[in-house]
Structures are given as C-alpha cells and as structure tokens.
C-alpha cells in the first residue's frame, strides 16, 4: 500500500519500522515541528518520528496545522491508499480523513471506548484497571470515536507509564501489519455505547504524592507517572521524585493512626503511611540529581521517622 503516516513521539516509531519492513511503500511521514532541546535548550530537535523517518529514506513533513487549503491539498496529492496515525497530536480536519482511498486508520492506547483521549496509559493505571490494550481505529471525526478493527489486550499489574507504553507499541507495530495485510478480514466494528471515559491530559500537579489515599493508589501515581513528569513530594522546600517503591505489607493500620498519620515516615527507611497503609520508596531522584536507591540518598540526607512530607 501507499501509505501515509502521522506520528510524533517514540511510541509512533516501532509502527513506521514495522510497515516499511513489511514492505509497504511509506511515501511520506507527517510530524510535529522540531522543538527546541539539546543542552542549552536552544537547538531544535526533530521527534523520534522524524529521525528514524529520514533514516529510513522518508519524505518528512511537519506543518503546524492541517486546516488550510494548502496543506489539505499537499497531503491528497500524495494520492495514499491509507494513512496510519499514532500519537501525532494534531487535530485531522475532515478533508485529510477521507482524502485516502481507505481514510486514516490510528493506533490508539486503550480499551476504546475506555479512555479515548490525550493520556489513556496514565489514567488506566491510575483508575486501577485490571487490562489495557491497543485498538486499531477507522478515525472519524469525534474523538476516538470511530469503530475498531482489531484490538489487543495486556494486564497492567504493576508496570509503569513507560513500560506498559513501550508494551503497547510493539503490539501496536504488529497489529496494524496484520490490519493492513487483509484488510477486509478485518471490518470496523462500532464502538459499545457504555463504558466511555475520557483520558484528559496530564497536569504536572497530579504527580504531588497524595498520601491520604491508600497505600495502593499511591503506587498507582508513581507507576503512571514514571518516566514523566515523575511523582514527587517535598521536604524543607525541595522536591523528591519517587521513581518506584513497595507496598511495606508490616504496616497496618495502628502504625499509621495517629500522632503519624499520612505522609509522616514509619522508620529512618524512607517507609511512608498513607491514608491506609503504606510504602516504601526504593528508588529517588533530588531535582539535579541522578536518580539512586534510597539507601544512598539516606546516607547523605537522612530522613528519620516521624518527618512529616508535604
């Protein structure tokens, strides 16, 4: 097939590879301008999309919108017979969704209708549910609302953000291969008309460590905000980003009643009572800093029981 393909971040990367390893004809890779980055901030950085799409030989683009006349008439001049979208992270005007013979089908990171939306893997793993998966997606106008080709499923257990997206992309990879091989075996089947949430974007002061919530929805925050932004708390004015920690199974409830009480260490371990509960941080990251096991951190910053943190 002629296929057009819109991604912007890592997760987008193993799918591109996928295709053109495949042996479809990849005409051109649309993605987000580059950014500033580098050390000083100052250097624009292409997106993951975009390297690996020049290193494999791909026209790129990157406009900063699709909804003028101009850029509508660009994108149907590459006459492809689908797009494939995966995190782009541009709206897709009517007319570039049906401009391919066979529209624009998108690798979506959820159990649709489950969490259509900017963030599905951080809001699964912090409403506790028990799978999450890929649905490839004939894209229409709503957001996300379009019928399912194909979907695959994954327990979450106790994976973080960054393994259970990294998970999901290579499913995602092979998934859409399978999708566009045949693609009648595979007809859009319309999404169930209960069970929709929506996955909103993430706000940086969601990952502040709520330890008045149980011990196991505090290791919900860290889990889905690891790698990024990091779930943190602070101590005398600093911040500490929590990176991964246990379930301290030896504290029940009368070791976090009272005089401590959520968000006050148990020990001088770095174990920490929540709302019921608590946990124990194995691993730390000081603004600055490289990240360390928390024994390292104690040695030069000890933390003794009873310190209460914000």
């Known amino acids: 097939m002629r296929i057009i393909y819109m991604g912007t971040p890592e997760f987008a990367v193993p799918a591109l590879e996928a295709l053109v390893a495949a042996g479809h004809d990849v005409v051109a890779a649309y993605s987000q301008p580059p950014r500033p980055g580098g050390r000083r901030g100052r250097e624009l950085t292409p997106s993951p999309v975009h390297k690996r799409a020049l290193e494999l030989g791909i026209e790129v683009r990157h406009p900063v919108s699709l909804k003028g006349e101009q850029e509508q008439a660009d994108f149907a001049a590459l006459k492809a017979d689908v797009a494939v979208v995966a995190a782009y992270g541009l ?23 489950r969490w259509r939306g900017a963030a599905p893997v951080q809001r699964a793993i912090l409403a506790g549910d028990p799978q999450t998966g890929i649905g490839i997606m004939q894209m229409e106008a709503g957001l996300d609302t379009g019928p399912v080709r194909l979907e695959g499923r994954t327990d979450i257990a106790n994976k973080t953000t960054g393994e259970l997206t990294e998970e999901l992309a290579q ?131 000890p933390i003794p029981a009873r310190t209460r943190l914000s």
């Open 91 to 113: 709206i897709l005007p009517r007319a570039v969704l049906v401009a391919p013979v066979h529209g624009c089908i998108n690798l979506h990171g959820s159990l649709l209708p």
């Open 171 to 301: 499913m995602g990879a092979r998934l859409i291969v399978q999708v566009l091989g045949d693609l009648d075996a595979y007809p859009p089947k319309p999404q169930p008309d209960e069970g929709i949430t929506y996955a909103h974007k993430i706000d940086k002061a969601e990952a502040l460590l709520d330890f008045t919530a149980n011990a196991e929805q505090v290791l919900r925050q860290i889990c889905a905000f690891m790698p990024a932004p990091g779930a943190f708390f602070e101590l005398e004015g600093e911040r500490y980003k929590v990176l991964s920690a246990d379930l301290a199974p030896e504290a029940d409830d009368a070791a976090v009643a009272p005089p401590a009480g959520p968000g006050v260490t148990l020990d001088d371990a770095l174990t920490v009572a929540c709302g019921t509960g608590a946990i124990r941080v194995n691993t730390i990251q000081r603004a600055g800093k490289p990240a360390m096991a928390v024994a390292d951190l104690l040695r030069g910053r």
